[in-house]
């Protein structure tokens, strides 16, 4: 039989501010044998503007289906459900391909052995809106620590597979009809994506170059541009000051006059470029 995953989007109220602001988003799977209990950590999750996708499980077997195939950021995981518990979960996935787990139940005797687990936090029911706010904001920076190492580990493959062979671009070519113009690519100060091409900012111009933006950032110099936003790539020469935003994002100031937002996702790779906290 088939797993049993009930699967939410964006509640109606919040898609059309999420969309506007871009911002990244988390894919929560909640597993619980117990209805009320999956409502209850449902209602909390829809407060929280990083939740996107939510999704359901109610007993262990659905659960490693959904991780499995879903693939969530985050599991809140209850710890003795029927069949297959949550400790059995983890057996089954394994440690190394669990999603960050925060194991919810009103049990403590199992805490030693969830955490051996490497679960992120252990809260206990019954639990005020608070403590389960504190426990989903471990499980972010776990998340967002995780982006900036695996981001570490990129960078330094990427510098180690490109030899002379294989340089970065100096130069971005530039073809119109009755022209082919060659861009420094040192005078970019920022890639935007623009539908199926992106924008280059130079100066007070903008550019349109016919290539991908994931095409374009695997043949840029990483010491110089870093992601700030799932759509945006800064030269980091190029910021002149920064300006708070929300939620801790800001917008940078570019030296040509440009504003770029720069998202709370993506701000631990631009502090981890600068070597310093923003």
């Known amino acids: 039989m088939a797993a049993r995953v009930f699967v939410s989007r964006y509640p109606r109220a919040r898609r059309g501010r999420m969309a506007m602001s871009e911002r990244h988003t988390y894919r929560v799977l909640i597993v619980d044998d117990e209805q009320p209990a999956r409502q209850r950590l449902r209602e909390l999750m829809d407060n929280d503007p990083d939740v996107g996708e939510m999704m359901e499980a109610e007993n262990g077997l659905d659960a490693v289906e959904a991780i499995l195939q879903k693939q969530p950021d985050v599991v809140f995981l209850d710890v003795q459900m029927p069949g297959l518990d949550g400790l059995g979960v983890i057996d089954t996935i394994g440690i190394e391909r669990m999603p960050v787990t925060v194991f919810v139940t009103a049990f403590d005797q199992h805490a030693v052995r969830a955490f051996e687990s490497a679960a992120i936090d252990y809260v206990l029911k019954p639990y005020g809106d608070e403590r389960m706010e504190a426990a989903f904001s ?17 960078v330094l493959k990427l510098l180690d597979n490109h030899h002379l062979d294989k340089p970065f671009l100096d130069r971005i070519v530039i073809r119109e009809r009755d022209k082919t113009d060659l861009i420094r690519v040192e005078s970019i100060d920022c890639i935007e994506s623009a539908g199926i091409y992106v924008a280059l900012h130079v100066g007070r111009e903008r550019i349109i170059h016919r290539a991908a933006l994931g095409e374009l950032v695997g043949r840029l110099d990483p010491r110089r541009f870093v992601r700030v936003h799932r759509s945006t790539v800064v030269n980091i020469d190029s910021i002149l000051h920064l300006e708070p935003a929300t939620h801790g994002e800001f917008d940078l100031v570019l030296r040509g006059g440009h504003r770029v937002h720069v998202s709370r996702t993506f701000r631990p790779l631009l502090e981890a470029r600068l070597g310093q906290p923003l």
Request: no cysteine; glycine share 6%.
């Open 138 to 154: 471990r499980a972010k920076a776990r998340l967002d620590d995780k982006y900036v190492r695996e981001f570490g580990q990129s």
